[in-house]
């Protein structure tokens, strides 16, 4: 291989990596989004499970 | 000696980039999602009693989810055949956007993950129905059934049934004969769909050894029993009025379309091997088939929606 070729490839081998580590962030983004109301639904359902008056629940 | 090995850039030995979020939500199937989520809607709107709006946009996530994961399990399991099915190459596992075990660790999560939800959140019936219907899709009908039988998606189908069910159980809490009713229907439309599919698809389906009924008994057994299951089809499709599940609309509906359906299976059923016109003539039932079970399924979600509202206007 020329070092003509062996630079093409090497600046071809960073674009790859620049460009799996975006991807990679976009799917961090997206798993932590989709962890984030996965919480927030558990703990909205669970208010509405309980139903109203809890303090008062809680005290009786 | 070549010098392929020596001279080939670099790069092409480079890992892979790796899938987007476009490819994970293309692992979901979102098409069969967009069906399932409607015909859950469609049980659960049917079902009597009510349901939290919050609980029940859970359960209808849940529901959606969890058949999503079953089709990135599917994709993950069916890669090798996939990709060299014209229908199926250009998924995210063939392409090298996402890679098996990827799809396999996604699927896996997202299942325990909607049933815990359905389980947890609204019920443990719905949530014990979800479980079998993603586990029947994946351990019966993907890894059992279809590289065996023809008979694949006629037992597979119930998978794909199960849907308005698990949103019937949502709201009561229990299986009954009005859901068992939503089950049969679309598990009795479920091979006159697949079968007029595979009638202008068997040279795919021969290709990679999936024994689908047109590779293994032929086009005219194939045509025979679309029209049996057709003919099948009318009365289950217009047995929800029978019970009172479904009104007027509905038998009215059922009964005409569920006989334009059995003229188009009819119809595929005198196709000669040599009528150039034969594929479009399958097709053509084929897309038929789709709009029919929306038809029935919307019609008793318009006229369950209106009972309502003329129950909260009262």
Redesign the interface.
Known sequence: MTSEQDKTASSDNDAREVERIALQRKRSIAIAVCLGLLVVLFYVATLVKMGGDIAEKAGS | MSDIG??R???DL??P?????KD?VALLKPRVMSLVIFTALVGMVAAPGGI?P??GG?ALLSIAVGAGASGALNMWYDADIDAQMARTAARPIPRGKVTPSEALCFGTILSV?SVL?LG??VNWVAGALLALTIAFYIFVYTMWLKRRTSQNIVIGGAAGAFPPMVGWAAVTGSVSLESILLFAIIFMWTPPHFWALSLYRARDYERVGVPMLPVVAGLVETRRQILIYSVLLLPIGMSPWFIGLGGIAYLVTSSVLGAYFLWLAVDVYRIKDDDTDADARAKRLFLFSIFYLFALFAVLLLEHSALRLIGWLA
């Not at chain 2, 980039?17 to 979020?21: L, S, T, Y």
Request: proline share 5%; charged share 15%; hydrophobic share 55%.
């Open positions: 020596i001279d850039p670099r790069s480079a890992l980039v790796g899938g987007d979020v994970f939290h919050l609980l859970i993950l939800c947890l959140l």
